[in-house]
């Protein structure tokens, strides 16, 4: 499967868990519902990588990947944090949109931070999902 499969598999996933979380949370505090989660993520993914991962994965854990994956390790479970207290607070129709500005905001960020180039269908794109979440999101 290539790497637009996967990118479809999981909008599909995270549309599930918001759904699913929405629910889970409903009479739980929202940082205790991260936490399992998480618990359970992390027994999954160890999981697979023991099953998946040969040697040569292991060695290419250099300094700088491990502080890069660190550092994306806290920023996911920022997000997350925040995403289940906005999910306890809001709607789902309101918090999942809002949450994919997340898109829009990786395209800037990669053009800032990693001079990556932006296209015209992507510079468009983005741009509509912000005024998506706009219009999603504001009462008119």
Known sequence: MNWFG??????FFAA??????????ADV???LAAAIRTTVILFVTWGIAMFTSGK???TALTS?????LVASGLMTGLSWLCYFRALKLGEVAKVAPV???????AII???IFLGERLKVQEAIGAGL???GVIVMVLKF
Request: proline share 2%; aromatic share 10%.
């Open 16 to 25: 599930l868990t918001a759904i699913l979380a929405k629910v889970g949370v």
């Open 129 to 131: 999902v912000i005024v």
């Open 64 to 68: 700088r990947a491990w502080i890069f």
């Open 29 to 31: 505090n929202p940082n």
């Open 56 to 58: 040569a994965d292991w």
């Open 99 to 105: 949450d994919k500005l997340s898109v829009a905001l």
């Open 6 to 11: 996967w990118a479809l598999l999981s909008a």
């Open 109 to 111: 960020l990669a053009l």
